[in-house]
């Protein structure tokens, strides 16, 4: 922490106030007004139950039938499974700052164990963000003072489950104007591979299904907000969206659902940032290649 | 850990209290409609417990309800004047008089949206700029801008005490 954080953060502890009365009252009489809630005991008791079933079963799985069945234990053997990579870590940090530009880049990097699926990410996050880095130095040699640019990268693990892993990488550059966007890297650790949108689909129709969701809900969106505003058909004033590629940005969010996410401009103005439309299971389980049915996080 | 009851439920508001009305507060920058807006969000957060998955995380999940709910009902209201929009608190006597001191707070209410919302959870709350992040549904880097931002703007008005 820099000495002006310290500073602010000593003053706002010494400055912390208490709530007004006016809203104290309000808080208790909310709380007063709550309805009793049914216990969820029930959850927590059944638990053992289930935990001891599980156990049971990965028992079996893992010890009984491999030392029983020659065949069982040969699959298990070739079973590729990336297993547990997977701390992340900030391998370099590239800081620059003076009155007009700024840069913070932050370089991730996957640890653990080495597999094809993790060099290639590790490849490619660090060529990004080194073309990334000298493209501001190549542009501070030709502006120098007469001009402005920030450009920030940093990054999440989104996901890591014993299925799946996701790396978000998110990458903000402003010069005349501001734009955001990410990357999203996926690896299904049971086959160990990356997988990238059109790998989860049986059918190159996942585009058209996807699209006519995307533009459902757009349309809706629409309808109840008059600030919201897409560039669904060529009126002249943007261009058609009319395909979701097979590198598109996704995750799964906890439902098991498909999260689509465009890039700023992608699809409408800039004042709609980075939308992002939830595709209900239902709308794509028919098409989804049956390894992965079993994704719900 | 699972919230069970009621009891419990109120106890983890009273603890996130002050928090819940800093954060609406920077947002509105009134009492009433901080009031409103706490109000609505324990309904909101009472009603759907359950998907809160881990106790720990009460505190950031109680947050970003409280700043969904401001955000909604700003849009909905008009009578509440929109992020952004909010005309800077006056700023004569400090013009003025040099040698007015301003207290940080009365500094943070002198910047627009969102750079008071981040300021608050960060340097008053004490979040994490993932944290702070998922309670304003935007991203890290987003966050990190924004405080970049709000700093240079609290080190200018706060030159005179800070000596920069």
Redesign the interface.
Known sequence: MNN??E???N??AE??????D???K??E???AD????K???K??HIFPRIAAVAACLVFITLFLLPNVSVAYAQTLGQIPIIGDIVRVVTIRNYFYADDKH?M?INVPQIEGESSEAVDYINKDVSVLTTALVNQLYKDLEITGNNGYG?I???Y?VTTNTERWFTLKL???ETAASSN?YFKFYHIDKKQGNIVELGDLFNTDKYSDILVSEIKKQMKEQMANDKNVSYWINNNGTGEEFAKVSADHNFYWNENGDLVIIFDKYEIGPGSMGNPAFVIDRDVFKDILKSEFKDIVF | MILTDKEAFCEHIRLCEKAMYSLAFSIVRNDSDAGEIISESIYRAYKYLETLKNENSFKPWILRIVHNTAVEMIRKNSKIIPMGEIPDFPDDNLENDITTRLTVREAVNRLKQPYRTVVVLFYYENLSVSKIAQITSTNMVTVKKQLSRARKMLREILKEDFNV
């Open positions: 002006f954080d500073y602010i953060k003053k706002a400055e912390q106030k208490d709530i007004p006016i809203v104290k309000r808080i009489q909310t709380l709550l309805p009793e809630k216990s969820v005991i959850q927590i700024e913070d920030s920030y990268v940093d999440e998110f990458v903000s955001t």
